[in-house]
């Protein structure tokens, strides 16, 4: 049965037609998915008014309304104590943490006690002067010239001189230890970190235990960074080829970066006098970099959707008659 088998006629057609289903199974198996699905990241997009009509596109960043502020330590030292974490407000002059302060405060005792002695300095020299000065009016109010001696007299008058001069040096002995002990109070208060406005704590970057060193560089974080959170600003760029289309002073539809559905109405602030490089990235493959921006400034409304430094998109309304939004912009 075999030998009556044809390969050309038999097995050769088989064996394309097992391929060809074989071939036809596998295109079915790997065809890409093309059902539709919702997103993940809605692409930003204005309403309103501004969703058919004139506007400008922005990017930003949320900020505080008094920008942030970095703090630092005016003297090098160990940390003693932190009193503030991230999220908590503090009052203007609220302490943030302590740098020790053990040698300036023997200073200052060592300035008190020189205080001390120059004071009693003083009372002895005051005292030894009245004495001097009283001998000697005593001496210069005799009738009688010869009722005590030359000698006497000079004593007296030395005396006098002497305890004048005690008396003198006595007293800049204490201006120079009440100098001391200023110089040494003011250690102390420069060691010991305050809030210099009322606002908010962002971040802490500084331990109990840690040398912190006066910020000279610009690789070092801040110690401990904070701001005022109420309101919140957006700072958002402009791009420079857009910055005559903006109409200035109009409020901005702000969402934050990937929740296009949620916008609030951001108030206009101000506009930064000066037009400067672009820093602030959305890592768009067609984003340019090579641009200046105008800086524009708008307060959010009360929302617990922003954060500080969180990524905005914005709508600015355009200028009636301003040409239409350039491609990209």
């Given at each position: 049965?075999?030998?009556?088998?044809?390969?050309?006629?038999?097995?050769?057609?088989?064996?394309?037609?097992?391929?060809?289903?074989?071939?036809?199974?596998?295109?079915?198996?790997?065809?890409?998915?093309?059902?539709?699905?919702?997103?993940?990241?809605?692409?930003?997009?204005?309403?309103?008014?501004?969703?058919?009509?004139?506007?400008?596109?922005?990017?930003?960043?949320?900020?505080?309304?008094?920008?942030?502020?970095?703090?630092?330590?005016?003297?090098?030292?160990?940390?003693?104590?932190?009193?503030?974490?991230?999220?908590?407000?503090?009052?203007?002059?609220?302490?943030?943490?302590?740098?020790?302060?053990?040698?300036?405060?023997?200073?200052?005792?060592?300035?008190?006690?020189?205080?001390?002695?120059?004071?009693?300095?003083?009372?002895?020299?005051?005292?030894?002067?009245?004495?001097?000065?009283?001998?000697?009016?005593?001496?210069?109010?005799?009738?009688?010239?010869?009722?005590?001696?030359?000698?006497?007299?000079?004593?007296?008058?030395?005396?006098?001189?002497?305890?004048?001069?005690?008396?003198?040096?006595?007293?800049?002995?204490?201006?120079?230890?009440?100098?001391?002990?200023?110089?040494?109070?003011?250690?102390?208060?420069?060691?010991?970190?305050?809030?210099?406005?009322?606002?908010?704590?962002?971040?802490?970057?500084?331990?109990?235990?840690?040398?912190?060193?006066?910020?000279?560089?610009?690789?070092?974080?801040?110690?401990?960074?904070?701001?005022?959170?109420?309101?919140?600003?957006?700072?958002?760029?402009?791009?420079?080829?857009?910055?005559?289309?903006?109409?200035?002073?109009?409020?901005?539809?702000?969402?934050?970066?990937?929740?296009?559905?949620?916008?609030?109405?951001?108030?206009?602030?101000?506009?930064?006098?000066?037009?400067?490089?672009k820093r602030s990235l959305t890592n768009s493959a067609a984003e340019r970099v090579d641009v200046r921006v105008l800086q524009l400034l708008y307060a959010l409304p009360p929302s617990d959707a922003f954060r500080v430094g969180q990524q905005i998109d914005a709508f600015i309304p355009a200028k009636a008659g301003a040409p239409a939004q350039q491609k990209g912009g």
């Amino acid at each position: 049965m075999l030998r009556n088998v044809s390969f050309a006629r038999q097995i050769l057609p088989a064996a394309a037609l097992i391929g060809l289903a074989v071939a036809a199974w596998l295109i079915l198996v790997g065809l890409p998915d093309r059902s539709t699905a919702e997103p993940v990241e809605q692409p930003p997009k204005a309403v309103g008014k501004l969703a058919n009509g004139p506007r400008v596109a922005g990017a930003g960043v949320v900020e505080p309304s008094s920008e942030t502020i970095d703090i630092g330590s005016a003297l090098s030292g160990l940390v003693t104590d932190v009193l503030v974490r991230p999220g908590d407000r503090v009052a203007k002059g609220e302490v943030l943490f302590l740098v020790d302060s053990r040698a300036a405060r023997a200073q200052l005792a060592e300035s008190n006690a020189a205080i001390t002695e120059a004071r009693a300095s003083i009372a002895e020299a005051v005292a030894a002067q009245k004495t001097a000065r009283e001998q000697l009016a005593l001496y210069r109010s005799l009738a009688d010239p010869a009722a005590v001696s030359r000698s006497e007299v000079i004593k007296a008058e030395g005396d006098e001189a002497a305890a004048t001069s005690r008396l003198g040096i006595a007293r800049a002995r204490l201006v120079s230890a009440q100098a001391a002990a200023d110089a040494a109070r003011t250690e102390i208060e420069r060691l010991t970190v305050r809030a210099p406005i009322a606002g908010e704590i962002l971040a802490v970057n500084v331990r109990p235990g840690q040398f912190v060193a006066t910020q000279g560089g610009g690789n070092q974080d801040p110690f401990i960074q904070m701001g005022e959170t109420n309101p919140l600003y957006v700072r958002v760029d402009i791009d420079e080829n857009e910055i005559g289309r903006v109409a200035l002073g109009q409020p901005a539809v702000i969402s934050p970066r990937g929740a296009a559905e949620l916008h609030v109405n951001a108030t206009f602030v101000r506009a930064e006098p000066q037009v400067v490089p672009k820093r602030s990235l959305t890592n768009s493959a067609a984003e340019r970099v090579d641009v200046r921006v105008l800086q524009l400034l708008y307060a959010l409304p009360p929302s617990d959707a922003f954060r500080v430094g969180q990524q905005i998109d914005a709508f600015i309304p355009a200028k009636a008659g301003a040409p239409a939004q350039q491609k990209g912009g």
